[in-house]
């Protein structure tokens, strides 16, 4: 999840997190008090593998903990870019571009509370898809919504405040996904928020519960609590692999999804930065975005902009082979990781679409040498864990 709040503290190498290696099996996997099911539940597919139930519905997949399930679209259509920066949205021209993402098949919404209009937008779109192409039509429409709350003492009344606060602006009864953020985990009261959720999501307030950029550490100890999350939202690229390491070791084991961010890195994996020069002002493509600049940052903690000139020319070398463009590969490089559920791309909505492009992503099939050309370039740059941390330590200092 982005955040106003993130500061992006990368530079600074965080202190090494022990291996979890030996310590898997601590995770108490008894009947948890506070669901019908096991938890964490293991998938009913083998670990680490993406579920698709046939042919007519490969974009789809789900993930789950017990019985709680929720179906996703494999790409997911991001709304950070409703909350300025990109450009002013139109709230009529924004609702018919979500529309027109789900005739495509791009079903799925992701946003937060503090994404601007984004909560709202979603509450305008899902009232006139029901109201003009039924309920059966919505019901196949998942808003995923995150809630990034202030360090302050976590009551229920306040939780539930926040969570029937996004209900009421996405205009949905039960919220399809809570994805929670916490910015210090010095302050163990994620553990409070996340029980209270808990009880919200079994009165009918939440159908699944998430988290987004937690480390593999705080995973953990969510899961040894009973907590039944489904995933993980964490960023995850071609050049920030650090989800492989440790978070897919505990997912493989406990069947929590990642869902990723961050996968075409606001843009600059793409044929727009190839062989672009941004080091002279107006010599290339300008860096005119929120997304653009962190992952700028993200690029040179990793490796520099010649290395990643030289992979983007890798990247672009298997579309030509492929007839598709550099961010299909880049997206569906990652939705090929271990425990990868679903992976986003930005939308600007009603100014700009890539529905066509987007469109490539599922049908693209990679080969091992399309695999071992980009990875060959990829494990020249650094280690980002020793540069920055485990996942979602980049908000973190």
């Known amino acids: 999840a982005q955040s106003n709040k993130g500061k992006m503290s990368f530079l600074c190498a965080a202190a ?12 108490h996997l008894s009947r948890n008090p506070r669901s019908s099911g096991i938890a964490p539940a293991l998938p009913s597919v083998p670990r680490g593998e ?11 997949t789900c993930v789950q903990n017990g019985n709680d399930k929720l179906e996703i679209c494999r790409v997911v259509n991001g709304m950070w870019q409703t909350s300025g920066g990109w450009g002013k949205i ?7 571009a979500m529309l027109r993402y789900v005739d495509a098949g791009f079903t799925t919404f992701d946003m937060a509370d503090h994404y601007g209009p984004a909560e709202d937008l979603y509450g305008v779109f899902i009232n006139r898809a029901r109201r003009d192409r039924g309920e059966e039509f919505a019901a196949n429409v998942k808003g995923l919504t995150k809630w990034v709350p202030p360090p302050v003492k976590m009551t229920r009344a306040f939780v539930e405040d926040n969570i029937d606060r996004s209900r009421k602006r996405m205009d949905v009864k039960s ?14 009261g ?9 009880d919200l999501k079994e009165e009918g307030k939440i159908k699944t519960l998430g988290l987004t950029n937690f480390d593999t550490k705080r995973v953990q100890i969510i899961l040894e609590n009973g907590i039944p999350i489904v995933s993980n939202q964490v960023q995850h690229s071609v050049v920030d692999m650090r989800p492989q390491k440790k978070m897919a070791e505990l ?4 069947g929590v999804r990642l869902i990723t961010y961050g996968t075409v890195m606001g843009g600059l994996l793409s044929e727009k930065f190839l062989d672009a020069n941004i080091s002279i002002p107006f010599a290339g493509p300008p860096l005119n975005t929120p997304s653009l600049n962190k992952y700028k940052r993200m690029v040179d903690a990793w490796g520099g902009w010649n290395l990643f000139q030289e992979l983007l020319k890798t990247l672009k070398q298997v579309a030509t082979k492929h007839g598709v463009s550099i961010p299909s590969v880049a997206v569906r490089y990652i939705l090929n990781q271990s425990v990868v559920a679903g992976s986003m791309i930005g939308v600007r909505l009603g100014l700009s679409e890539h529905i066509n ?14 695999n071992a050309h980009i990875q ?3 494990r020249k740059g650094r280690d980002l864990i020793k540069v920055i941390g485990d996942c979602g330590d980049e908000y973190r200092t």
């Not at 139109?90 to 018919?96: C, E, F, G, Q, S």
């Not at 997912?251 to 406990?254: P, S, V, Y």
Request: aromatic share 10%; charged share 25%; glycine share 2%.
């Open 357 to 370: 492009d987007s469109q490539t992503i599922l049908s693209l099939k990679l080969d091992e040498d399309d």
């Open 50 to 60: 993406v579920e698709v139930q046939d042919a007519s519905s490969q974009w789809r």
């Open 251 to 254: 997912c493989r084991f406990t």
């Open 90 to 96: 139109d709230p009529a021209r924004a609702v018919d």
């Open 376 to 378: 060959a370039v990829a």
């Open 16 to 27: 090494p997190m022990p291996s979890i290696t030996g310590c898997l099996p601590s995770l």
């Open 175 to 188: 919220l399809d996904m809570l994805q929670f953020h916490w910015w210090d985990y010095s302050n163990t």
């Open 190 to 198: 994620y553990l409070d928020a996340l029980k209270h959720m808990t």
